[in-house]
């Protein structure tokens, strides 16, 4: 990031305009998370893949309107989300379908140790966290699987923060719900 | 971390009062061994573990997204300005043809009072000379008619010339 530093006028330009060098080290790495973003809302890895490739050219043809933007990461995960959002409307599919392709990608994750440990209890995961609304979904996978905070949720999901905290607070309790009916019946 | 801390620490999280240094916290304790009543917790934090290191799967992701965009860039513009000349254009078009209609419409509606009659000059000369004839003939019956006003004038003229003399011999009395 040597070229937000420099005050040289030769150097200017790189800060005004994202050259390819700069795409690189700032929207090209955030690819794994925007990928398991889109997976999350889509349940298809082709297709999140293909919201990936499309958020990263709709942000190399807009870079010259995205000079001022200070977080690139949450700017790329909420043009993620809106595009994600698109195509689940254009298919009109409720995104709680593929539970089942959701599983198999998991299962290619996993090493094989934990593949034959885990296995029963991270398809139950699954199958709840795709099973939550929409909004808690996305909540809770941004919180508790990719670690961001409040405000920066906030900001790729285009919500304020009472409406953050209580969607959170509904995913987790209704996770916590079904694992106090899964002990029930264990017993 | 003993298992009181860890409760406390639960019971936070599950009413979203944990910071991100607290969940941090959390998942690292759940990696290592935790008894049999937390176990299904446990997983959930594994499960977290696990989907944060899931990946694009693609052999070289960062090769095919810069060889699109290189490709995408200049042609995506040159599409997206044409389409907006597209639009303008459309919209004088739209304009130019709903005026025309509009007009066509309105002379139908309402055709003008001028028109050409005559294609002959001749003809249409004497039958401008017949109309003014016939104005002539109009004004001058008009101004006999209007002669006999005249009368009722004198008469007016003449009362009012008595009156005034009258007064003037009445003046000359005294």
């Known amino acids: ?187 | 971390m003993d298992s009181k801390q860890i409760e406390q620490l639960l019971e936070k999280y599950w009413n979203c009062e944990t910071s991100l240094e607290e969940e941090q916290q959390l998942r690292a304790h759940f990696r290592g061994e935790v008894p049999e009543s937390l176990s299904e917790i446990a997983d959930l934090f594994r499960y977290f573990d696990v989907q944060q290191k899931q990946q694009v799967e693609h052999s070289d992701f960062d090769a095919l997204v810069k060889s699109q965009i290189k490709q995408h860039r200049p042609e995506g513009k040159i599409i997206k300005m044409f389409y907006n000349y597209g639009r303008i254009a459309a919209g004088l078009v739209v304009v130019v043809a709903a005026t025309y209609f509009v007009r066509q419409e309105m002379r139908k509606a309402y055709p003008p009072e001028i028109t050409d009659t005559y294609s002959d000059p001749r003809l249409a000369l004497e039958e401008t000379k017949k109309a003014l004839l016939m104005i002539s003939k109009s004004f001058n019956k008009a101004q006999k008619e209007v002669g006999k006003i005249k009368v009722f004038n004198e008469a007016e003229e003449r009362i009012q010339g008595k009156s005034l003399d009258e007064t003037k011999e009445q003046a000359t009395k005294i």
């Not at chain 1, 997976?39 to 807009?62: C, H, P, T, Y």
């Not at chain 1, 199958?127 to 920066?152: C, F, T, W």
């Open chain 1, 1 to 187: 990031m040597k070229y937000f530093v420099t005050t040289c006028p030769c150097h200017r330009l790189a800060f005004e305009t994202m050259n390819l060098e700069t795409f690189e080290i700032r929207v090209l790495p955030t690819k794994n998370k925007l990928f398991r973003f889109a997976f999350r809302l889509l349940g298809s890895s082709e297709e999140a893949k293909d919201v990936v490739q499309e958020v990263m050219i709709k942000v190399w043809n807009g870079r010259e309107q995205m000079a001022e933007i200070q977080n690139m990461e949450a700017w790329c995960m909420r043009i993620t989300k809106n595009l994600s959002l698109d195509r689940l409307r254009s298919r009109q599919r409720r995104a709680t379908d593929p539970i089942e392709q959701g599983m198999e990608i998991k299962n290619e994750t996993l090493t094989p140790h934990e593949r034959t440990e885990n296995h029963e209890n991270m398809e139950r995961i699954t199958e709840m966290i795709a099973a939550l609304p929409e909004k808690q979904r996305q909540v809770i996978h941004l919180r508790d699987v990719e670690g961001y905070s409040y405000n920066e949720i906030c900001e790729i999901l285009e919500l304020d923060m009472n409406q953050v905290k209580v969607s959170l607070f509904r995913a987790r309790n209704a996770v916590k719900e079904k694992f106090l009916k899964i002990n029930a019946y264990g017993l």
